[in-house]
Nanobody
Framework: QVQLVESGGGLVQPGGSLSLSCAAS????????MGWYRQAPGKQRELVAA???????NYADSVKGRFTISRDNAKNTVYLQMNSLKPEETAVYYC?????????WGQGTQVTVSS
């Protein structure tokens, strides 16, 4: 079992920045790829970015160059720095951990991009 606790999120103006954090606890956390997904109202949940403990990262095309995912293995924490945010990126952002057939989700944190 892996438990994920998210923090960050909130209201930001278009073009602004926001940072999310996700702390993981449990067994074999380093084996898991950790990342962020988002789900806007009426839309499917989609991958935003993910990172392995070895430093490999993966980004959705729509966020490349604006979002940065990083991982502190000593703290079992993954971060998402979001810059130049757009109104259409308003969504609930979920932390995710995946390893083989195992997958765990955080409770989600709301990000609202609005003036």
């Amino acid at each position: 079992q892996v438990q994920l606790v998210e923090s960050g999120g909130g209201l930001v103006q278009p073009g602004g920045s926001l940072s999310l954090s996700c702390a993981a606890s449990g067994s074999f956390v380093l084996n898991y790829a950790m990342g962020w997904y988002r789900q806007a109202p009426g839309k499917q949940r989609e991958l935003v970015a993910a990172a392995t403990s070895g430093g490999n990262t993966n980004y959705a095309d729509s966020v490349k160059g604006r979002f940065t995912i990083s991982r502190d293995n000593a703290k079992n924490t993954v971060y998402l720095q979001m810059n130049s945010l757009k109104p259409e990126e308003t969504a609930v952002y979920y932390c995710n951990a995946q390893w083989l057939s195992r997958q765990f989700w955080g409770q989600g944190t709301q990000v609202t991009v609005s003036s």
